[in-house]
């Protein structure tokens, strides 16, 4: 990266203090990450989103749910700053609200509604998490869904999991031994969700019809390609995978645990990695005595993610050393207090 950029951002960062406090998701670029105060998965950056009250200004170095659910759990008199408002999340913008409205009233006349109970994926918009607050749900992260999915359950008799088919399914399957045949999948294009009222009344888990478009790029020729070319390589992934990816793997959790099972992985092992290319590329850069591999043949970054540049974090660090604050996140009250709801519900989850 530019040296120029990387010292103007270092001198609006030392001019500001303990004025601003930077999180940072595992999937920002190097030239980004460095600047981070605190850097996480999901999960984290939403626990830590409050550590510093005595700071007014959240610079958020990631995508706009993330800082959206950091706007609603930071203090009133914190503003949280988006470096670019045009990283968003292709999966957040699967589901919106007045889809999820309409397939609400899918669930009532199937005479269902009753026994539902909503989880959102933190990838989702703040008024979906608002929706779920109201509906007595909880949000939940790819660190904490077992634990989620296991308390909605035991709360309703079946669960409605927002946006991501994949960590919904993964997770049902995988870690609470559901079949495949207890997930039954809504679609927002069509009509009635493309299901019918028996079909709701079956199922236990009514997943959503999202995805992500980084993450569903791994296949399992992927996985057997590279079994193939590196003998005895270990697959570890991310649980948006699809679920013939992730039931081909060896592994499978967060950004955070990727980070932490190669940081305890033994030197010369190898490691094939399903997730955003900018987190493989560190993890192999930061332990070249393992051989850490990206999982698939061609390269792909997050591109919402990776709007996140230095030349934005500069302009937003610089700004707010002037005093003029931009690229606010700023989440409505109501739907706000809902949301938190939801969050807060994650959050005391056993
Ligand atoms: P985690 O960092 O929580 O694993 O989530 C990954 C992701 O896709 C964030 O958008
Ligand atoms: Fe969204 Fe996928 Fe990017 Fe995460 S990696 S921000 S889920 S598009």
Not at 33 to 56: W, Y
Not at 164 to 189: E, I, K, W
Not at 300 to 316: A, E, G, K, Q
Request: charged residues 25%.
């Amino acid at each position: 990266s530019d040296p120029a950029l990387v010292e103007r951002a270092r001198a609006a960062k030392a001019a500001l203090g303990d004025k601003v406090f930077v999180l940072g998701h595992h999937y920002q670029r190097d030239e980004v990450i460095q600047f981070a105060d605190v850097t996480g998965d999901s999960f984290k950056l939403a626990r830590k989103a409050a550590a510093r009250p005595e700071a007014p200004y959240v610079v958020f170095c990631g995508v706009h749910f993330m800082a959206e659910s950091a706007d609603i759990l930071t203090a009133p008199h914190q503003q949280v700053i988006l470096p670019d408002l045009a990283a968003g999340c292709s999966m957040a913008d699967m589901a919106t609200f007045d889809q999820v409205e309409e397939c609400w009233e899918v669930l009532e006349d199937a005479g269902v509604a009753d026994d539902v109970v909503p989880v959102t994926y933190m990838n989702s918009s703040a008024d979906i998490k608002a929706f779920v607050g109201r509906h007595g749900g909880v949000v939940c992260t790819s660190s904490n869904a077992k634990r989620a999915l296991e308390w909605a359950y035991a709360k309703g008799s079946k669960v409605l999991f927002l946006p991501d088919q994949h960590l919904g399914r993964n997770t049902a399957v995988l870690q609470m031994g559901f079949s495949l045949d207890d997930c039954v999948v809504y679609s927002p294009h069509r009509r009635e969700g493309g299901l019918t009222p028996r079909q709701l009344q079956d199922a236990k888990m009514i997943l959503w019809r999202g995805h992500c478009s980084v993450h569903g790029r791994f296949t399992r020729e992927s996985v057997d390609e590279v079994r193939e070319r590196v003998p005895g390589v270990n697959v570890l992934v991310h649980p948006e995978c699809r679920h013939e990816v992730v039931t081909a793997a060896d592994r499978i959790g967060s950004t955070e645990y990727i980070i932490k099972t190669i940081e305890a992985a033994e030197p010369g092992s190898a490691w094939a990695v399903g997730t955003e290319l900018n987190l493989v590329r560190r993890l192999a850069n930061a332990h070249p005595d393992k051989n850490v591999m990206f999982l698939d043949k061609t390269v792909c970054y997050c591109s919402t993610m990776n709007r996140i540049d230095l030349p934005h974090l500069v302009l937003s660090l610089e700004s707010l050393a002037r005093g003029e604050v931009e690229n606010v996140i700023s989440v409505d009250e109501e739907t706000a207090h809902y949301a938190r709801v939801a969050l807060d519900q994650m959050l005391a989850l056993p």
